[in-house]
């Protein structure tokens, strides 16, 4: 629409000072549109908007090469963690001299979709959540069930300090054996520590004092370790986890807050594209009219009707003019560069992408929206800043809660109940008068029951039946108290949470006035760009109408060349004011949404924050 009137506009300007002389053909400028090899395609089929919301499950993608399946590969890897280059790190010169030499015509609204889809810098941004998440999945590993266990082999040889030890040498010799097995499980409900052992001890020796030999020993015991102040509560032990999830949740209203900038950025190229193009053909066409007027005083001067000061006075026009166009061709590589490199439309993975051409023009004519009130209520309800601040003095008031807590005394309860056994290979011992013999050893010198045998004979099966007997046990009860004198610490820090919890309402309360501001700044300006497109309308107008009258008096001598120079200066002065002011309302109407938090949903982007809430089954209980 600009180009088809302007291209009217010049015509009319133009037709008075055609000279007989037929023009040069025109040389193809620096910054046009692309051609020969760069020709701009059809408007691209509707593109889907893209999916931007983080949803808790965005973190699978990231998590394989860690099961024990992959122990060969990372065991592997940990001898030569050097071996694996970054692609990043290797420089290809084929690769950057490579270019997308193809254009697409696209609309503001595909051309924010193609760029929030591939600019890997909104890339980068999104990740921010998923880290989030692993957080709260950090968090909630605190209630995993830990498995340990241990096997060990101690084998001890020493002098013997009596002749009855052993008939095998000078050395007692004592062999043992231990597997062990625990589980220690975190509570999330009352944040006590739950643990199951089984250890197992094997020993042989070749002592002769040892009744048993050899033995095992099995011990099975379960202990609870329970604070009832400090760090309980019920529920408590996940407050970490909330915390953890609150700010994921604050990084999701920070992408939302990165995308919306961007967002706004790009419409803003898009436009600076749109009015640099334009710039260059009013300064085009200014430039052909100079050098029009050129050859027609070069003519006039030859025939004696004008004075070689008015032929250098348009001469010096023209070469303004054309420096302005130089200037107007760097305009229009610089937005465009800039609009490319955000889009990164990319299909051929080249390192230069294709070139962006904008299929759509400003439309004053489009109704704007003013309604103040409606704009701040959006602003608070939309606006990821604000939504951001109001998740951190969420977290902030869980500090708060967590740092009260720790003010208590730290009094735990400690209970612990365990079973053991013992069988093996049973030896008939001395009785030492104690107890009637019911075995008969020789080396005592009796030939009746002179012994006794421990009613303990087996193997670790037998061990193991008589562990579940539940003759032998023990049990413990603890209860401990712990408090510093002063409680200067926990006193400090809970006075730090409360001071950052009224630090960030009243930071949020700043952000509210903030948005206000913004909010009826955009609107100011909307409703002035609206008013000034009018007017600059009508300002071009006037001067298009003056410049056609002092040509009629320039052709018939009544006005010079000065002075038809300053109409047409001012002419062009008024219809780049036309351009600006369009551009201006486009980029004020952006502005509005940036402000009240409405800016991806007016091009149709979906962006909700998701609940990184996760229920494990190690977590549950």
């Keep these: 629409m600009f180009a088809k009137r302007l291209a009217i506009r010049a015509c009319a300007l133009l037709v008075p000072l055609v000279l007989a002389l037929a023009a040069p053909p025109a040389k193809a400028q620096v910054g046009a549109p692309p051609a020969a090899g760069q020709t701009a395609s059809v408007p691209m ?57 193809t254009a697409e015509r696209l609309t503001l609204k595909q051309v924010i979709y193609l760029a929030l889809a591939n600019n890997p810098g909104v890339k980068a941004a999104w990740l921010g959540p998923v880290i989030a998440q692993e957080g709260v999945r950090q968090q909630n590993g605190v209630f995993d069930l830990d498995l340990q266990s241990t096997l060990d082999n101690i084998k001890t040889v020493t002098p ?8 095998q040498g000078l050395g007692l010799s004592d062999n043992e054996f231990d597997w062990n097995f625990s589980l220690v499980k975190i509570l999330a409900s009352t944040n006590g520590t739950l643990s199951l052992t089984f250890n197992n001890d094997y020993q042989a020796t070749n002592n002769l004092t040892q009744t048993i030999n050899p033995f095992y020993t099995p011990t099975m015991a379960v202990s609870l370790a329970q604070p009832l102040l400090r760090n309980f509560g019920w529920k408590f032990a996940v407050i970490n986890v909330l915390l953890a999830e609150s700010a994921q949740k604050q990084s999701q209203a920070a ?38 007027l050129v050859r027609q005083n070069e003519i006039s ?46 299909p051929r993975h080249t390192f230069i992408p294709a070139e962006i051409v904008p299929a759509e023009e400003p439309n ?19 606006r990821p800043s604000l939504s951001g601040m109001r998740e951190a003095i969420r977290g902030a008031l869980l500090q708060v809660r967590f740092q009260e807590n720790q003010t208590l005394p730290q009094v735990n309860i400690q209970g612990q109940y365990s079973i053991n056994s013992m069988a093996g290979g049973v030896q008939c011992g001395p009785t030492f008068g104690v107890k009637p013999g019911n075995c008969f050893n020789p080396a005592l010198g009796s030939t009746s029951p002179n012994g006794y045998a421990l009613p303990f004979a087996g193997g670790y099966g037998t061990a193991l039946d008589q562990l579940f007997g539940f003759s032998y046990y023990n049990y413990a009860a603890v209860l401990s108290y712990e408090r510093p004198i002063a409680n200067a610490a926990a006193r400090a820090a809970l006075a730090q949470s409360r001071i950052e919890y009224e630090q960030l309402r009243l930071q949020y309360r700043s952000g509210l006035s903030q948005a206000v501001t913004e909010v009826q700044s955009a609107l100011a300006n909307l409703r002035a760009d609206a008013a000034r497109v009018k007017a600059t309308h009508e300002a071009a107008g006037y001067a298009r109408h003056a410049l056609h009258d002092e040509q009629l008096r320039f052709r018939v001598g009544m006005a010079t060349t000065h002075d038809l120079l300053q109409y047409q200066s001012e002419m062009v002065s008024a ?15 952006v502005a509005l949404r940036h402000a009240d938090g409405t800016l991806l949903k007016e091009f149709g982007v979906d962006f909700q924050l998701q609940d990184p809430h996760e229920n494990p089954w190690y977590a549950r209980f």
């Design 575 to 589: 219809e780049g004011n036309e351009v600006q002011t369009g551009i201006d309302l486009e980029n004020a109407r």
């Design 255 to 292: 992408l939302a807050q990165q995308l919306f900038d961007f967002t706004q950025r790009v419409a803003q190229e898009y436009w600076a594209v749109v009015q640099a193009e334009e710039n260059l053909r009013v300064a085009r066409e200014a430039l052909r009219f100079n050098q029009d």
């Design 160 to 167: 013997i300090t009596t002749s009855i030890e052993t008939t």
């Design 364 to 382: 004053p004519a489009a109704p704007v929206d003013l309604n103040e009130q409606q704009a701040l209520e959006h602003a608070v309800l939309y």
């Design 45 to 101: 089929i509707t593109l889907q908007a893209p999916n931007l919301n983080v949803p808790a499950s965005a973190a699978n993608q990231f998590e394989h090469g860690d099961s024990i399946k992959s122990l060969p590969q990372i065991l592997m890897r940990q001898f030569r963690p050097f071996d694996e280059v970054a692609p990043e790190s290797i420089i290809n010169p084929a690769y950057l001299r490579t270019r997308d030499g």
């Design 301 to 346: 001067v030859r025939v004696g009707t004008m004075a070689p000061l008015d032929l250098l006075e348009a001469q010096s026009a023209a070469a303004a003019a054309e420096a302005n166009v130089y200037t107007a061709e760097a305009q229009v590589h610089n937005s465009r560069a800039a609009l490319r490199e955000d889009v990164m439309l990319n």
